[in-house]
């Protein structure tokens, strides 16, 4: 199984519906990010968690929300989809304990909405 | 300007040959320095990392960093087409000390 498991890996959806993309992990670490990747604009960071007390707003947070419901578990949601949101969504982790503290990435999730 | 920089590409370079892909960052307090590969539709894997000004070798591979000229590169020598990827700079510290700033990626294309 992997490390970070993000579900679905596959979304299409319509114009003002709701949307939760699911992200879990059983590596450990105490930091989970979301970012999303669009064409030629590289990886943009939407919300970070250092624990599950700390949420923190990324880059291009306006139009999500997340939640951090456990140590291993860390939501993105799109209360209202709208089709630039269309993009391939990362949920990332990192352990501060470690000297290098880098970014293990999961398979990712693609939304597309109509 | 964009935090980290980086020429989209794609740099075509002949197997065996070596590359070198190059990458700028604006903090000057920047502190981490990586790389990532990401091939496509896949998730973006590290190939390594740097902290201090000089190079850091790992198999076919060699970050250097040059803080001064806020400058980053990765060198893949013996370049293989399984090589054939994007790859992505990032970059951690300075004044967000806690977020990692990624660049647009360079695409290399290694031709048999």
């Known amino acids: ?114 | 300007q964009k935090e980290v920089e980086q020429n989209s590409g794609p740099l075509s370079v002949p197997e065996g040959a070596i590359a070198s892909l190059n990458c700028t960052y604006s903090d000057r307090g920047s502190q981490s320095f990586f790389w990532y590969r990401q091939y496509s539709g896949k998730s973006p894997e590290l190939i390594m990392f740097i902290y201090s000004n000089g190079d850091k070798e790992d198999g076919r591979f060699t970050a250097q960093l040059n803080k001064a000229s806020q400058y980053v590169s990765l060198l893949i020598r013996d370049s293989q087409p399984s090589d054939s990827a994007t790859y992505l700079c990032a970059v951690k510290g300075g004044n967000n000390f806690n977020k990692f700033y990624f660049g647009s990626g360079t695409k290399l294309n290694v031709k048999p």
């Open chain 1, 1 to 114: 199984d992997a490390d970070v498991t993000q579900t679905p890996r596959n979304r299409i959806t319509k114009t003002g519906k709701r949307i939760m993309l699911e992200c879990s992990q059983t590596k450990g670490h105490d930091r989970m990010y979301w970012y999303r990747q669009d064409p030629g604009l590289g990886l943009r960071l939407i919300y970070y968690s250092f624990d599950v007390k700390d949420i923190n707003k990324g880059e291009i947070s306006d139009g999500y929300s997340v939640s951090r419901q456990a140590q291993a578990k860390f939501s993105l949601s799109l209360e209202s989809a709208i089709p630039n949101q269309t993009a391939l969504y990362f949920c990332a982790t990192s352990d501060k304990r470690s000297g290098a503290n880098v970014l293990t990435f999961g398979a990712g999730s693609r939304l597309t909405v109509l």
